[in-house]
């Protein structure tokens, strides 16, 4: 097992576990009263870590979680036995007779994907678990409104089947279209009432619209980015949703580089001055952007401009203005005062990608009300 120390020494990443648990319970708050949360750990719990953030989860009540494969089922199903999980999308005809043994949910969007979900619980000799998915403006899964009440009924009638969930993602683009996305869901919901056909869960919001489209939360809430800090732009109260995610690494030497020298592969900016130059022991892979001369991190309490074209491995900072820096000193890439919104804004990444690109050779350690819970690498004992 991985001690603190070791997992420290080079660049990790630092999951504030009392953070996470405040942003829970913050968007429970926002729920109507019969609304359950869905929590969404795909993509690694967004970088925090799926074992661990699903189990801190699982022990303050939450069940009911979803994923984007079938893998992060498995892993999820793995860390929390008990756990309900959703897979938002393609499973893959390959994976789905074994996800209908496992008992997990998966979506069919579309009439070939019923076909093979139906198939697939025929031959696992168990209901297949399902919610359906439709289409209704963004355009990437779905059936269509006018098409999915014929493939609902067919699927609530198979004895293959067991239709647990009907479901959209709003595009999110503006007001009028998602109003006219959720429109077209109650008007599916109503058609199929008028059949007879009476669904248990219907779902069309994710973390911004929890807090966009209060009267709109249906049966569930599919909450994410909400939970690790990742606050809908613009939203008045960014307290409730806190950043609970930072990376962090070690200077692993420093250098004093005259004026008119480039660092690293860059060959474009050379130094305006005499500098100290810090090398940082981390670089892109370890989820830092490749930034040329761009951006900053915070080493000894102060900011330290990137200098030099980010590395694989590696990266370089300006120190000459920062008192007694030294090699071993703790690096901050994100979180203290250098927040999610400007860590993606300064490569022109989606925030939430910028926290689940971290890589998976960095170890996280988590903390709870100040003290270490968990150390995990991913590449421990390799």
């Known amino acids: 097992m991985m001690t603190v120390e070791q997992a420290t020494s080079r660049c990790w990443a630092e999951v504030d576990l009392s953070r996470l648990m405040a942003n829970y319970n913050s968007a429970l708050k926002h729920l109507s009263p019969g609304t359950r949360l869905m929590a969404v750990l795909k993509a690694n719990a967004y970088g925090l870590g799926v074992p661990v953030t699903a189990q801190r989860l699982r022990r303050a009540g939450q069940r009911l979680f979803a994923v984007a494969s079938y893998d992060e089922a498995v892993q999820l199903q793995t860390a929390v036995p008990d756990a309900d999980v959703l897979i938002l999308g393609l499973t893959g005809e390959a994976r789905l007779e074994d996800a209908v043994r496992r008992g997990i949910m998966v979506t069919v969007f579309s009439e070939k994907s019923a076909r093979e979900t139906a198939a697939a619980a025929k031959l696992a000799g168990k209901a297949a678990r399902v919610h359906v998915k439709i289409e209704t403006g963004l355009h990437r899964l779905g059936l269509m409104p ?19 969930g009907v479901f959209t993602h709003l595009a999110l683009r503006d007001r009028a279209s998602d109003r006219a996305a959720l429109d077209a869901m109650y008007a599916l919901k109503a058609e199929l009432e008028r059949a007879g056909v009476s669904v248990p869960a219907w779902h069309a ?36 949703s806190m950043l609970c995610f930072s990376v962090k690494a070690r200077v692993s030497q420093l250098h004093r ?3 008119g020298e480039c660092l690293g592969y860059d ?22 952007p490749r930034l040329n001369s761009e951006g900053s991190v915070l080493i000894r309490g102060q900011r330290a401009p990137v200098v030099g074209l980010v590395c694989m491995d ?3 900072a300006d120190v000459t203005d920062i008192p007694d820096v030294q090699e071993g000193d703790v690096v901050t890439l994100l979180g203290g005062g250098i927040g999610v919104n400007e860590y993606a804004d300064l490569a022109r990444l989606n925030r939430n990608e910028a926290l689940a690109r971290t890589g ?23």
């Open 146 to 164: 006018d098409e999915a009440a014929a493939v609902i009924q067919e699927l609530q009638t198979s004895g293959d089947v067991r239709l647990e």
């Open 205 to 240: 919001l994710d973390s911004i619209g929890m807090v966009r489209y209060p009267d709109d939360q249906m049966d569930i809430v599919r909450t994410g980015a909400w939970l690790y800090g990742v606050c809908p732009r613009g939203y008045d109260r960014p307290d409730e």
């Open 360 to 382: 998976r050779r960095v170890p996280r350690v988590y903390y709870e009300d100040g003290q270490v819970t968990a150390v995990v690498s991913e590449l421990d004992g390799v």
């Open 257 to 259: 580089v005259s004026a």
């Open 267 to 288: 060959e474009t900016h050379p130094l305006k001055r005499d500098s100290v130059v810090a090398t940082i022991s981390a670089g892109y892979i370890d989820g830092f």
């Open 314 to 316: 590696q990266m370089m």
